[in-house]
Structure formats: structure tokens, C-alpha cells
């Protein structure tokens, strides 16, 4: 097993850093990996504000590459799901208001789970 949490949108060449876990792996072996997803609705929506936006980022990744992409490499899913964080409703509200000055009633000002479906968590086996 594998396990690239928060990695590959970090390295400079994420085909190379494929080819290494491909190596590593034995056939049947699990690669697991988180990466933010640039085409999500959260990320469309805030744009310059989304989270994820950052300048150790060297990459970004859909959905759709990610799985042609380790497709070619021979990996099938085996399971994908999206983070359920728990957020401030003033962090919520000072993003999508787009300013730092949100004010949120002191009764409202509390954290509640939420999932954006904009960091995603994929398992692949290596046929």
C-alpha cells in the first residue's frame, strides 16, 4: 500500500511521481491519495477565494484526469469519497460574502459539519 494524503498536487511532475508508486506496488496493491478538485462547484463558486488556491499547489487536478489518469497507468477505483469538514459559520459566511469583515450573530457563530465537495479521497488498486 501507498498512502499520498495532500501529496501530488505538490510535485512537480505528477506522471514521474506515478511511475515511482507503480513501481513500488505489487499487483493488487492500494494507492491512496487526497488532492482538492479544481472543477468543483465550491472552487467555481469562490474562484481567487477557494482554499485551495495556494502557492505550494504546482498542480491541480478534476475528477475526469485523475481517473483517465491513473486508468493509464493500469489502476482501477476502489473507492472515492469527498471530506466532510466542520467549518464556522463566520468562515463560511466571510468567504462567500467575499470580505474579511462578515459579521455573524454571536447564537450563529458556530461550526456545523459540511461537506463542499471540493477535496476528494480516491482508492486505487493496481490490477
Do not use: C, Q
Amino acid at each position: 500500500m501507498v498512502v499520498a494524503l495532500d501529496v501530488i498536487e505538490h510535485v512537480y511532475d505528477p506522471e514521474s511521481f506515478f511511475a515511482i508508486v507503480n513501481k513500488k506496488l505489487k499487483s493488487g496493491g492500494l494507492f491512496v491519495l487526497t488532492t482538492p478538485i479544481i472543477d468543483s462547484l465550491t472552487a467555481r463558486i469562490l474562484k481567487k477565494r477557494w482554499h485551495a488556491l495556494v502557492p505550494s499547489h504546482l498542480n491541480y487536478f478534476t475528477y475526469g484526469f485523475l481517473k483517465r489518469f491513473y486508468g493509464r497507468f493500469g489502476y482501477v477505483l476502489v473507492h472515492k469519497r469527498f471530506y466532510l469538514r466542520h467549518l464556522s459559520l463566520n468562515y463560511l459566511f466571510t468567504r462567500l460574502l467575499r470580505t474579511s469583515h462578515a459579521r455573524v450573530p454571536k447564537f450563529l457563530n458556530v461550526t456545523v459539519p459540511v461537506n463542499l465537495f471540493d477535496e476528494i479521497e480516491i482508492h486505487i488498486r493496481k490490477k
